[in-house]
């Protein structure tokens, strides 16, 4: 932290983002790398990306920053879960605190506003090479522990995240512009980690108006290739009224 941001930030406040991708077969979220030294152990962990809330800006903002800092994207997918105000919540390792001590952060409370967000890998082009030299994606189901509470946050943000899918179409942010049903399916066995039969799921789609199929096939396949759809969300907006109910 530069001596300069001193005066800029709320010491009290920040935002932590579970930042989630999707690749074809898992789900993804980048994490930041920790190197450093304590009591003669070197320790390489991780944590969630967040940051203090400046001064001059909401939680949004804040939160909006961090992502197009991590990731220089803009106006995606971004939601708001929770509110953490554990008064040891910085303090649950003790390597923590020193950690905190070394880059000039006071020892006080902090309330974290968390948040998820959703990016389409394939469409967006974050893979490991366009992130900072510190940050990578990670297998969600592969994350053991983190720093600080933010295995907690973490496994919120999955929930929160599992819950908005079964209510609202959500996962189309996390697909390219075109799928198949096959690979739409994959994306909801994966974060609902339960495997769905086929007929029920592709009947279900049949009854969303807003998965549109277009005249367009897989091609250099070794199987029978699938039509693609895509999601109109023209149609959604009109459409939504309906019931969405993604239940299992």
């Not at 920040?14 to 304590?38: H, Q, T």
């Not at 390597?95 to 890998?121: K, Q």
């Not at 091609?219 to 959604?236: D, L």
Request: hydrophobic share 35%.
């Amino acid at each position: 932290m530069k001596e300069s941001e001193n005066n800029t930030l709320n010491y009290h406040v920040s935002v932590d983002c579970a930042i989630f991708g999707f690749d074809f077969s898992k789900l993804n979220v980048i994490l930041m790398e920790r190197n450093f030294a304590y009591n003669g152990v070197e320790y390489n962990d991780l944590k969630l990306p967040g940051d203090l809330v400046r001064k001059d800006e909401d939680l949004d903002t804040a939160a909006s920053r961090v992502l197009k800092e991590l990731t220089g994207l803009e106006n995606i997918y971004l939601k708001q879960f929770a509110a953490i105000g554990t008064p040891n919540r910085l303090k649950r390792f003790e390597r923590d605190m020193e950690w905190l001590r070394r880059i000039g952060h006071p020892e006080e409370v902090v309330v974290t506003v968390a948040y998820y967000s959703l990016i389409n890998i394939e469409r967006d082009r974050i893979d490991k090479s366009g992130l900072p030299a510190d940050a990578r994606w990670h297998p969600v189901a592969d994350i053991k522990e983190l720093s600080f509470d933010h295995m907690d946050i973490l496994t919120d943000a999955l929930i929160t995240l599992r819950n908005e899918l079964r209510s609202n179409p959500i996962g189309f942010e996390l697909l390219p512009p075109k799928f198949t049903l096959s690979q739409l399916q994959k994306l909801y066995e994966v974060i609902l980690g339960t495997e769905l039969d086929k007929r029920n799921f592709r009947k279900k789609v049949s009854n969303m108006p807003y998965v549109v199929p277009i005249n367009e096939k897989e091609s250099g396949v070794s199987h029978k290739p699938a039509r693609y759809y895509i999601f109109s969300k023209k149609v959604y907006e009109k459409t939504r009224k309906n019931s969405f109910d993604f239940s299992v």
